[in-house]
């Protein structure tokens, strides 16, 4: 029994250990008739019971004569008479001014209110419960504009940051409380409205209060400010729909800084499409403007959307992309880069951004620099190449990087300020002057040794000579490019594209004669001829990327068919540009077997004998001066499974991937219709074949391709396995733009006596022709510049031969 005693006993004291003695709770008067009466003060009473050690604190109710609402239950003198003396004086107005008998859940409110804010006046508490009929007592009228002496707000302030429009709607319609007072922090009403959740308590100040609108607190942040940093994007819109100012400059800048620096994107197209001069304006600090801000992808491309210069300067001298490596944003590195940064602007002591990207030690950063034209040669003001940074403060990542360059291109010639080395005189070839192949360089060159070296990229790949305009105008060889099919790594012939171009010192366009492409190879065949330069189109391969893959295969066609349209015009023809020739394959899908079909901007040449399939069974090919020029291209790259087809036509990779035999076949044609029509004046002999890939796939092992008739479960498995091995393997060969169809075109051009190159760099990894991260990309580029490094003999003669006329 005893156990059991001491067990209720424990339970007791943890259940009063738990309860609320401030709990409001109502209660029969008879309970209390015994009991003795410490205080009375008008309806509020203190009874004593002494038997049980507690004090108990009642509101009486005139109006009923039965129950009582019980205040508080403590168990002790002090804590009663405080909180007795408490209640007396704040409650007696909110009771007074009820017509009916204030709720139980109402008291519970007040009571926790009094206790919580004791330096809260009865207007804070009034606004606080919502009760607006307590508005209209006097003891409450006479604090209406009082300040709280914690954080000296007023009852206006108060019900501003509750979001309680009809509070504040009886605070200053029928109470006329002041709107021009601040807090302790020099925080105005539109302040707490903007941490409210009601809009309209902004609008409805902005119609009575326009002085403190555009007030600064002590942080100084406006309004503005603040709903920027909060994200508050529909308290943006109403203050700015009440003309609060966008030109307010605060502490750490203007509100577009603000919502730049909080990541904030609806504040930020809010204020843009207020005013869109935003974007040129600059914080006081560093002078920057808001895409200096920018800490992310998204944000960075917005403000590039709405107009920002990409290469602003700061009063500090960096530019975005300068902030952007130095705070190792990567994302944002890239969006820059491929709306047009330039990665070898100086800012702050002459550094670069690939210095940054160096001392940072990140790698991708420094590839996609790089790839992207950063020029590892560049002194800062100390006389320090980026190479040099990385030799002093790199912990290996970059160690393998420059290393691995070095094994390419040899010692440069370049070395650190006071050096004593010699350097060598210029060589006086038409190119750079080639260093010892890497098996002559010390193979047990250490990171230490990149201290004399600055490993220089674009030192190979300076302006030759330039060729005279009546000397080319003679020229009796033509020359052919042919450029592979690929999706996105369609980045690999750009890369090679620009590559020749900086190697020869003039455009792809004026360098060829024919132009042949397939799908990705197609859209650039159609880019060269039309005179765009290759860094923007790898710029705008990057962004295109994010807007063309998007969603699940096939993808839809209205993002890639806008942005040829954009790129082309919507009724170029083909026609509309005649030189050089062009010719972009597709694959006609509307006959069994399907035929190839060249897509061209002159008039093909007639064949002997007409094909098996030309009846009057099928419709007839549009003429080249009716056809246009981004439906061409549409048509050339609609890969199966990747976009539907364009009317009768499919992606030219499935017959012509590599799109080189098919070109020679087509320049043999036209040449010998020219000369059976009495032109062979016209006719020049084919001189230098350039055949570009994106890109060559790793070999992997396949364990099967036998295709079966099962007789039990393990063997239907490996015939489903053996037909998937099967049909990729199928798909594999015939659109390979490798193997024989490359060893082809070398013997006929060998046969022609033609000088034939074929430049297609292996990738570590299989690069999928839709593939969108930024990184796998950049790595991507990344091989296809050391490869070009690797093969630059054959470049040199690549340009020897263009420039032969």
């Known amino acids: 029994m005893q156990f059991f005693g001491r067990l209720v006993n424990t339970f007791n004291n943890v259940t009063n250990l738990f309860s609320n003695p401030f709990r409001v709770k109502e209660v029969p008067l008879t309970e209390f008739a015994s009991r003795k009466q410490v205080k009375w003060e008008d309806r509020i009473v203190l009874y004593d019971n002494s038997s049980a050690h507690s004090w108990d604190c009642l509101l009486l109710n005139p109006q009923n004569q039965t129950t009582a609402f019980r205040l508080f239950q403590v168990g002790n003198e002090v804590d009663a008479n405080e909180h007795f003396d408490l209640y007396v004086k ?13 709720p139980l859940e109402t008291l519970q409110q007040l009571v926790d209110c009094f206790r919580s804010h004791p330096s809260w006046s009865l207007a804070h508490i009034a ?37 309680d429009l009809e509070c504040l709607q009886e ?37 009575r209060s326009t002085a403190a609108l555009d007030h600064l607190n002590d942080e100084g942040q406006s309004a503005l ?18 003309d609060a100012k966008c030109n307010i400059l605060g502490v750490l800048g203007y509100p577009i800084h603000i919502a730049m620096k909080h990541s904030q994107k609806k ?37 590039i959307e709405y107009g920002c210069e990409v290469n602003a300067i700061s009063a500090t001298g960096e530019s975005a992309l300068h902030i952007a490596v130095r705070r190792g944003r990567f994302d944002c590195t890239m969006v820059l880069l491929t709306h047009g940064a330039l990665p070898n602007t100086k800012g702050k002591d002459g550094n670069t951004p690939l210095h940054f990207a160096m001392k940072s030690d990140h790698l991708e950063t420094i590839k996609a620099l790089i790839v992207f034209g950063g020029d590892v040669e560049i002194p800062n003001d100390l ?10 403060t790199s912990k290996g ?18 070395h650190p300020p006071g050096s004593a080395i010699s350097v060598p005189s210029p060589s006086t070839s038409t190119f750079p002057e080639r260093l010892p192949p890497p098996w002559s360089i010390n193979q047990k060159l250490e990171f230490h040794d990149i201290i004399h070296v600055s490993a220089a990229l674009s030192t190979l790949m300076k302006k030759t000579d330039v060729v005279d305009s009546a000397a080319e105008a003679n020229r009796t060889q033509d020359r052919v490019l042919s450029l592979d099919g690929g999706g996105v790594r369609g980045l690999v012939l750009i890369q090679f594209l620009i590559a020749i171009e900086k190697a020869v010192g003039r455009p792809i366009r004026e360098l060829f004669d024919w132009v042949a492409g397939t799908s990705t190879g197609g859209i650039l065949a159609m880019c060269v001829i039309h005179g765009k330069p290759m860094d923007y189109m790898r710029c705008l391969y990057f962004r295109m990327k ?9 993808y839809e066609s209205e993002p890639l068919e806008d942005f040829l349209k954009k790129e082309f015009g919507e009724h170029t023809k083909m026609t509309d540009i005649k030189n050089p020739k062009v010719m972009l394959t597709a694959t006609l899908c509307d006959r069994q077997p399907a035929e190839l079909h060249l897509f061209r901007n002159y008039n093909p040449p007639e064949r002997r004998g007409k094909s098996r399939f030309q009846t009057s069974t099928f419709q007839a090919m549009t003429k080249p001066e009716d056809q246009l020029v981004w439906r061409a291209a549409r048509s050339s790259g609609a890969a199966p499974t990747y976009f539907r087809p364009i009317g009768r036509f499919l992606d030219g990779g499935l017959l012509a991937n590599n799109p080189t035999l098919d070109a020679l076949t087509e320049i043999n044609d036209y040449n010998k219709y020219l000369i059976q029509n009495g032109q062979g004046h016209r006719v020049k002999k084919l001189g230098v074949v350039v055949s570009l890939g994106t890109g060559k796939a790793p070999q992997v092992p396949v364990n099967s391709v036998d295709v079966f008739r099962p007789s039990n479960p393990w063997e239907l498995a490996k015939t489903v396995y053996g037909a998937k091995e099967l049909g990729k393997l199928v798909v594999d060969c015939c659109t390979d733009p490798d193997g024989p169809c490359v060893d082809r075109a070398r013997a006929w051009c060998e046969m022609i006596e033609a000088h034939y190159f074929r430049f297609n760099p292996p990738l570590e990894v299989d690069v999928m022709l839709d593939e969108v991260s930024d990184t796998i990309l950049v790595n991507l580029l990344w091989e296809t510049q050391i490869y070009i490094y690797q093969h630059w003999d054959e470049f040199e003669q690549v340009v020897e031969q263009l420039l032969n006329p």
Request: glycine residues 6%; aromatic residues 6%.
């Open 127 to 163: 606004v606080e419960v919502g009760l607006l009929e307590s508005f209209r007592h006097n003891h409450i009228l006479s604090c209406i504009n009082s300040n709280s002496s914690d954080n000296e707000c007023t009852p206006v302030h108060l019900a501003c940051q509750k979001g």
């Open 546 to 554: 994010d807007e063309v893959f998007r969603g699940s295969r096939p």
């Open 397 to 414: 990542a970059n160690r393998k990087v420059l290393l691995d360059l070095l094994k390419c291109i040899g010692t440069e010639r370049f």
């Open 267 to 303: 504040c930020a197209v809010a204020l843009l499409d207020k005013d869109i001069n935003q974007i040129q304006f600059v914080d006081p600090r560093y002078g920057a403007t808001p895409l200096h801000w920018a800490r992310n992808a998204e944000m960075t491309r917005l403000l």
């Open 383 to 392: 006389g320090e190449t980026p190479g040099l940074v990385a030799a002093r």
């Open 171 to 207: 605070l200053v319609e029928q109470c006329h409380a002041r709107l021009d007072l601040t807090d302790k922090n020099g925080e105005s009403i539109f302040h707490y409205a903007v941490r409210g959740n009601n809009p309209n308590i902004i609008e409805l100040l902005g119609k």
């Open 225 to 242: 400010h603040l709903a920027c940093q909060l994200g508050k994007e529909e308290a943006v819109l109403s203050l700015l729909k009440v």
């Open 90 to 102: 704040q409650l007696r107005p909110f009771y007074e001014s009820y017509r009916d008998p204030l």
